[in-house]
């Protein structure tokens, strides 16, 4: 048993070199295994580590079990008896103090992560706070050092250290977003929990719903838009901005009838469901589906945000099984006015 | 029967019906658990064949919420579990040297509540929807705001009716293991099977109440509008958390400590050794089982409980490591310097080791909170516990099955068939789970019914799709196998495998309905081989052979099982003079079997001579 | 071991422990009385989480709870703790007659309590203290009135008994059935207990 210790660090390499393996896998924006910023790395590092500790195991216990079954198969013939051996103290010993050390190792670093993960920053200054309600299904955001609340887009500065504080408006979802964060659940009747994350760099980040909350659970996308800190401060005072309604009287009162009535722009209609001031610049529509420029779209989910939202609004079913809008009685032509409004509605930042 | 006693004996339908044998109920069991596991596996397979392209339309988001619910929820409950149940009957009193178990009525009665209970829950596919909030039932998804079929109702009814079953055959077990023990059977000489059952019968009856109360109060939520989990009236969401997990972590072990039994025993056998460190294995089964009861919170580290539980329960659940390692390296040791056959029943237990040393290690990797902050709730998780349900206890339950299949039925299942069904299975296995711990950490969450194009998911979903499909096939082929085994002719021995080591391989295959002629005297662990080592041919009886006082069979217990059913049903659609008809006819068996006596009967000797000839 | 071995002869000093089916019985029984006691735990567990969630406008445990009937019922549940006893030891010395007296007793006792139970829970009805009030009536309900659903089923059962043993007399079979209910009826009364100090003692006090 001693003796193959030398075979397992000659093996470290071979761990560091699936560890780099590991931390290609993925899409960048999307893979735990890829952190873009200090938190979900410091859940990598508690990964990595515990991948290695776990391969040595493996290890170990393939090789012993791969020479067991070959040294001592049956060979034709052979039909003498084993010596019975009752067990071995030195060895039982062995395996289980092995572990045990194993074990003080990883569990060291996890009770600090622990610790250090849930530091509160909802009295920091100089974090960004947000409030994130998850419905049913798509996410509302809130910055009350702003005073605005947005929909689907988490838009954050880079570098700084967000604040976030999730519950639910009905079932139980969870905030995750894989390469910046791990997730955290949202509990109903102000049952808050708090996180924090914070990306290193500008970008677009995909965040997912991660628990069961109905039919759409599946399409219960988010994203988080990293931006620099101007943009960020033009993106707060573009949100503030009262909303531009369009000009064509038919086509505001069909906005001010079949919109307003429960969602807002600007300072217009009522905040019940996703607010959409600034929805023509968003990164998508419902969640899934992604808006590209125009001639770049490579897959079904794809496309411009006009021809998105036309999508949206002929048959939302379709889009998001069991979302709570149901099917519109719009026609074409309304339709196409809506979609070409609110694809307008860009924010500049 | 030619012997003059006024005892009704049925045959056919009725015999099956009434029966009180333990052995028979065994079977019931298999074949009940055998039906609901192809169920289960059907709803696998449709869960993969959605999956297996991005934006599949396969399944509509609804009906791929009540597969994936009624997967887990079948195969936990009404496939895993009952097919244990089927091993322990069939086996766990020939192992301990007793007739039958200590209460053959209740065990009837556990047989058919779980028969009935799981039925119900499957008729929810014909009325309006099956369950559709996943196996946890997390409320508020599963209160009658947001489910608002019948879904929830039939999950929390049915699963209380075949709860009363699980938990009546844990107490049964429990006495049979420290009353029914042949002389000489001291626990320190009892075979790690039934040494595993013990543990396992007593994880259920701690375990299982918590399950009842949980699974009232949500019934009580969604027919008669309490407020135990409804948020608006004060209700707590994560009350039903904790509740449904503090029963739903030793359920894990209460299913995975029998698999651990099973491999003991085929290791041990074809390794042609005695278990390598059997107290120590006795004791790491023991705490396995009595830590399975704190680290119940380690399935809610994103649930908000803060950073003191967190690190508690993360502490807590490493520890469970170093006994199940003890295990691992026990059995792999069992095997040092031993014999080794690889025939199907060992290539299941071989194949198990490596298996379940992965999704042992994934679990370690799981418990490190932060980390899981990362994999709770994606596809990792799910390779996870499908390494140690499937690698472990299924290969567990098929290494059992093929050990164990000439003592039940009198006939060795076919060794061919046995070996490519394994291989086309185990490949299958890793093929389907190995990719998804990647997924997992790419970004998938688990419980979707479509992944977007683009994501970087859909070759390993496609590889996973294919490997459910061999799966799928190495299950038919088992199934198969059962056919063609059953068509052949052949007469088995006591002891067909020759190195029998223990009580179950000294009385003939199948066993006589009582048994042991006489009750062996135990003179040992692995007591038939100490016999043999000895150079006696079987072992020593404790007494003459003399009349054997059996149980009466009773049709009571299925109809108290029909009564709990329409009862059941009765309540659900707010029915309730039949709900009220149905106890009735529970409670009226329930006197009757209290008021008539049972004095069962008497296999006189000249018919037991009779049978010893034939 | 036949069940009834020592039906013709003397009775044992311990007719429930004298067969194997009795000692199973026994043994099981205790089992069991283990799985109630998660039961009962988990139930208090509940309550004790929803306990505070009173909605506004509704009454308080304060204000709800009536201590001096709850201490009648208490004293009348726990002396029949006591009868039960007795008739244990009536058993115990073959005495029959005076067994069953006692087992009389008991269950009128329990019926007594289950009157001012459903007397009490008429009284909260009128409060404005219903089932659905809240999460904390669901929950004071559910634990009592599990409890109280024991209770009927200890009267039910052992009048079931009294009229098995006035018919077929004691023996190793009748003797094992009159010693469990016995213990379920104990363990009924300790949950009582628990229910007085955690529902109504605290709902006073907090």
């Not at chain 2, 058919?112 to 508020?140: D, E, R």
């Not at chain 2, 060795?412 to 299958?428: A, D």
């Not at chain 2, 049709?555 to 659609?573: A, D, Q």
Request: with cysteine.
């Amino acid at each position: 048993m001693m003796k193959r210790w030398p075979v397992v660090t000659r093996l470290l390499p071979l761990l560091a070199g699936l560890a780099l393996l590991l931390s290609a896998c993925g899409r960048e924006d999307l893979s735990a295994l890829r952190p873009q910023g200090p938190v979900a790395r410091e859940q990598f590092g508690l990964m990595q580590l515990s991948i290695s500790i776990m391969v040595i195991v493996v290890v170990v216990v393939f090789a012993l079990a791969i020479y067991v079954l070959i040294r001592f198969r049956r060979r034709k013939g052979d039909d003498t008896i084993p010596v019975q051996v009752e067990g071995n103290h030195k060895l039982e010993i062995i395996w289980t103090v092995i572990p045990l050390m194993l074990l003080v190792v990883l569990g060291v670093p996890t009770i600090q992560s622990v610790f250090g993960l849930a530091k509160d920053y909802s009295q920091d200054e100089n974090a960004i706070q947000v409030k994130v309600t998850a419905h049913q299904y798509w996410w509302e955001f809130e910055y009350p050092q702003y005073g605005i609340t947005t929909a689907q887009d988490l838009v954050i500065p880079e570098g700084k250290i967000i604040s976030i504080e999730a519950q639910t408006a009905d079932v139980i979802h969870s905030f995750w977003i894989p390469s910046l964060a791990g997730k955290i659940d949202t509990n109903p009747a102000g049952n808050v929990n708090r996180m924090f994350f914070q990306a290193d760099r500008t970008g677009v980040f995909l965040g997912k719903c991660a628990e069961l909350c109905g039919p759409s659970h599946a399409n219960m996308d988010f994203k988080v838009k990293a931006v620099d800190e101007a943009s960020f401060q033009r993106w707060t005072t573009a949100m503030a901005a009262p909303a531009v309604l369009p000009e064509d009287p038919a086509v505001a009162e069909l906005l001010a009838s079949q919109c307003l009535t429960c969602h807002a722009i600007g300072d217009q209609g009522i905040s019940l469901y996703p607010d959409l001031t600034g929805i023509g610049s968003r990164e998508s529509v419902a969640g899934i589906l992604v808006n590209v420029p125009e001639g770049e779209a490579e897959y079904t989910n794809e496309g411009t945000v006009y021809e998105n939202l036309k999508r949206w609004l002929t048959d939302t079913e379709a889009v998001k099984p069991g979302n709570q809008m149901g099917q519109m009685d719009l026609t074409e032509e309304e339709i196409d006015a809506l979609a070409s409004y609110l694809a307008e509605q860009k924010l500049e930042y | 029967m030619a012997h003059g006693h006024t005892v009704k004996r049925y045959t056919g339908i009725m015999d099956w019906i009434t029966t009180v044998d333990h052995k028979k109920i065994g079977i019931l069991y298999l074949i009940a658990g055998g039906f609901f596991f192809l169920i289960g596996g059907l709803e696998a397979i449709l869960i993969r064949i959605q999956l297996w392209q991005p934006m599949n339309d396969f399944l509509s988001a609804d009906m791929y919420n009540q597969v994936l619910t009624m997967h887990g929820t079948t195969m936990i409950f009404l496939a895993a579990m009952p097919i244990l149940f089927a091993l322990m009957n069939a086996i766990v009193p020939l192992q301990i040297g007793a007739r039958d178990v200590a209460f053959p009525f209740l065990n009837s009665l556990g047989f058919w509540t779980f028969l009935f209970g799981g039925l119900l829950l499957n008729i929810s596919w014909f009325a309006g929807g099956a369950p559709n909030a996943g196996w946890t039932s997390y409320v508020p998804l599963a209160s009658p705001v947001y489910s608002d079929t019948h879904g929830v109702d039939f999950y929390v009814i049915g699963l209380q009716i075949s709860g009363i079953g699980t938990l009546i055959g844990g107490i049964n077990f429990l006495v049979t293991i420290i009353n029914m023990r042949a002389p000489g059977m001291s626990f320190m000489r009892m075979p790690m099977f039934t040494w595993s059952i013990f543990v396992t019968s007593a994880l259920i009856l701690f375990a299982f109440p918590a399950l009842t109360v949980g699974l009232a109060a949500l019934m009580f939520d969604r027919l008669f509008s309490a407020n135990f989990f409804n948020p608006e009236m004060g209700g707590n969401a994560v009350l039903w958390e904790h509740i449904f997990w503090i029963f739903g972590h030793p359920e894990v072990y209460i299913l995975i400590l029998p698999a651990f039994g099973i491999i003991s025993e085929v290791i041990a056998t074809f390794s042609r050794k005695r278990l390598f460190g059997y107290s120590s294995m006795v004791f790491a089964t023991v705490l396995i089982g009595f830590l399975g009861f704190m680290v119940w919170a380690h399935h809610m580290f994103t649930t908000g409980l803060g950073p003191v539980a967190n690190a508690l329960f993360s502490i807590a659940t490493m520890l469970i490591a170093v006994p199940t390692g003890i295990k691992i390296f026990n059995w792999i040791f069992t095997m040092w310097g031993g014999s080794i056959t690889f025939n199907s029943a060992n290539l299941y237990a071989i194949g198990f080791v490596p298996t379940f040393v992965m999704g042992g290690v994934t679990g370690v990797m799981l418990a490190a909170a932060p980390a899981d902050y990362q994999y709770h709730d994606t596809y990792f998780v799910v390779a996870h516990f499908h390494y140690v349900i499937v690698g472990g206890l299924v290969l567990g339950i098929f290494a059992g099955l093929h050990y164990w299949w000439p003592k039940m039925f009198g006939k060795m299942l076919n060794e061919t068939l046995g070996k490519i069904t394994f291989w086309t299975f185990y490949i299958g296995f890793h093929l389907t789970f190995f990719v998804q711990h990647f997924l997992g950490l790419m970004g998938m969450p688990r419980r979707i019914y479509q992944y977007l194009d683009g994501l970087g998911f859909n070759q390993m979903n496609l590889i996973s799709t294919i490997g459910a499909l061999l799966m799928g096939i190495g299950s038919i082929l088992f199934v198969v196998n059962i056919i063609v085994t059953s068509r052949s002719k052949e007469k088995l021995g006591a002891d067909p495998w020759g190195d029998g080591r223990t009580l179950e391989w000294t009385i003939p295959s199948p066993p006589p309905e009582y048994n042991f002629l006489q009750t062996p005297l135990v003179r040992g662990f692995d007591a038939l081989w100490k016999e043999k080592m000895d150079g006696n041919k079987t072992v020593t009886p404790a007494e003459p052979v003399g009349p054997i006082h059996m149980p009466s069979p009773s049709i009571l217990p299925f109809f108290m099982s029909v009564g709990l059913f329409i009862g059941g049903f009765g309540f659900m659609y707010h029915q309730y003079i039949i709900g009220g008809v149905g106890l009735l006819i529970t409670f009226t068996c329930m006197i009757l079997r209290s008021l008539y006596d049972d004095h069962g009967y008497h296999i006189e000797v000249e018919e037991l001579e009779k049978g010893v000839k034939a | 071991m036949s069940a009834h071995s020592h039906v013709d002869g003397q009775l044992p000093h311990e007719p429930e422990k004298a067969t194997l089916e009795g000692r199973n019985k026994v043994l099981a029984f205790w089992l069991f009385l283990g799985g109630e006691t998660v039961l009962f735990g988990t139930l208090f567990s509940v309550y004790l989480a929803l306990r505070g969630q009173v909605l506004e406008g509704n009454p308080s445990a304060n204000e709800l709870f009536d201590l001096p009937l709850v201490a009648a019922a208490t004293f009348i549940l726990l002396t029949s703790s006591l009868t039960s006893v007795f008739a244990i030891q009536a058993m115990h010395r073959n005495n029959v007659k005076s067994m069953i007296n006692w087992l009389i007793v008991t269950v009128a006792l329990g019926l007594g309590f289950l009157v001012l139970e459903v007397y009490e829970f008429i009284h909260y009805l009128h409060m404005g203290h219903g089932f659905t009030t809240s999460a904390f009536s669901s929950s004071f309900y559910t634990l009592v009135g599990f409890h109280g659903a024991h209770v009927i089923l200890g009267v039910v059962w052992i009048s079931l008994l009294i009229g098995q043993v006035y018919k077929k007399g004691l023996n190793t079979v009748t003797a094992p059935k009159i010693y469990v209910a016995g213990l379920y009826w104990h363990f009924v009364d300790v949950v009582w207990v628990f229910i007085f100090t955690v529902v109504y003692l605290m709902g006073k006090v907090g």
